[in-house]
Every structure is written in C-alpha cells, then in structure tokens.
C-alpha cells in the first residue's frame, strides 16, 4: 500500500510540474497570419477587367480588317493573369502579376515568332498602361513603346500598341486592336 502511494505521490507531482508548463502551451499567440498576396490587395484586381473570351479585330497596314482572339484567365492560385492570343500568323502568351513593393504591374510576353519582352507600369485614371524599358531605335534615338488599355467597358475596350522617339511626349499607333467580349 505504501509503494501505492508514494507512486502515486510522485504522479501528482509530476502533474504539479508539468501542469503549469502544458497551461503555458495551450495558451502561447495565434501563429502569425501569412503576408498578404499582391492578388489579394485591391490593386491586384486592376486587372480583372480584361479577364474573359474576346473577339479581335484590327486594320492591318494595307487598311484591311484582321480578326484575332484572346482568352484571359487568372492562373496559380488566381494570381495570375494570364493571355492567349491568336491571330493571323501570330501566337502569343503573356502573364501579369501586380508587384506590392513597386506598386507597379510586371508583364512578361512571348509569342511564336520568338518575341519575348518585359513590361511594367500601372492603372491610372480609368487606363491600364503597360511601358518597355527605353531601347535605341534605327537611327539611334531612344525609342520607347507602350501599350494602353483604354475606353474600358463591361463588354468591350480599346487595346493600343504605341511608340514615342520624342520621350513620351508624342505617341505614334502602331496597332490598336478592338476587344469585344465573346457571348
């Protein structure tokens, strides 16, 4: 009976040492939420407006009307953005993502003539523009391009692909494509 008890006695205090220690535990902070992603800020959905099924059309240089399409879906998580292009003669893919620690857009372009460029930029005043780094032109001047979404509407926008040789100061159309959403 003796053995019980101090068997017992060393069980309690045990539990006498251990009980303050278990109550400590179950009461540390919440572990820390995980950071914000940039597609869940507000400035992560400037984008949303493009996502969907459009119908393309375009005058080529001859004065021509072209048609194309692009599907543009949100991908990984729904951070993404992510365009299909097809056109005559031309495919192409490009992915966006907005970038919380220059409170810029980040877009990267390939297609299937080889091209693959860089953009960065931002939603302004109802447009969404989308700049190259600078580059020197053929006759040595600094040439900067740029697309602009503009006119943006539930069902249709105006997509514009434009260069400057004057720092921005003038812009020349090199294409300007009309979005109509699909049905």
Same mark, same amino acid.
Request: aromatic residues 12%.
């Given at each position: 009976?003796? $053995?019980?008890?101090?068997?017992?006695?060393?069980?309690?205090? =045990?539990? !006498? !040492? =251990?009980?303050?220690?278990?109550?400590?535990?179950?009461? /540390?902070?919440?572990?820390?939420?995980?950071?914000?992603?940039?597609?869940?800020?507000?400035?992560?959905?400037?984008?949303?407006?493009?996502?969907?099924?459009?119908?393309?059309?375009? %005058?080529?240089? %001859?004065?021509?009307?072209?048609?194309?399409?692009?599907?543009?879906?949100?991908? =990984?998580?729904?951070?993404?953005?992510?365009?299909?292009?097809? +056109?005559?003669? =031309?495919? +192409?893919?490009?992915?966006?993502?907005?970038?919380?620690? *220059?409170?810029?857009?980040?877009?990267?372009?390939?297609?299937?003539?080889?091209?693959?460029?860089?953009? *960065?930029?931002?939603?302004?005043?109802? %447009?969404?523009?989308?700049?190259?780094?600078? *580059? %020197?032109?053929?006759?040595?001047?600094?040439?900067?391009?740029?697309?602009?979404? $503009?006119?943006?509407?539930?069902?249709?926008?105006?997509?514009?692909?434009?260069?400057?040789?004057? +720092?921005?100061? /003038?812009?020349?159309?090199?294409?300007?494509?009309?979005?109509? $959403?699909?049905?």
């Amino acid at each position: 009976m003796l $053995r019980i008890c101090f068997a017992a006695a060393r069980a309690c205090a =045990l539990l !006498v !040492v =251990l009980f303050p220690l278990v109550a400590a535990d179950s009461q /540390t902070p919440a572990q820390p939420q995980k950071p914000t992603r940039p597609c869940d800020m507000p400035e992560g959905a400037q984008f949303d407006f493009w996502v969907g099924d459009w119908e393309l059309s375009w %005058k080529d240089p %001859k004065g021509n009307t072209q048609t194309g399409s692009n599907k543009i879906v949100k991908v =990984l998580s729904d951070c993404i953005v992510q365009e299909n292009f097809k +056109g005559p003669g =031309l495919d +192409g893919r490009s992915w966006s993502v907005y970038d919380p620690k *220059t409170k810029k857009w980040r877009q990267t372009w390939v297609d299937s003539n080889g091209s693959y460029l860089e953009f *960065t930029g931002a939603y302004a005043d109802g %447009k969404m523009e989308l700049r190259m780094p600078p *580059t %020197k032109g053929p006759k040595g001047k600094e040439v900067i391009r740029r697309m602009v979404f $503009r006119d943006i509407k539930k069902d249709s926008l105006t997509w514009e692909w434009q260069s400057s040789q004057d +720092g921005g100061q /003038t812009w020349k159309d090199l294409w300007v494509i009309q979005y109509k $959403r699909k049905a």
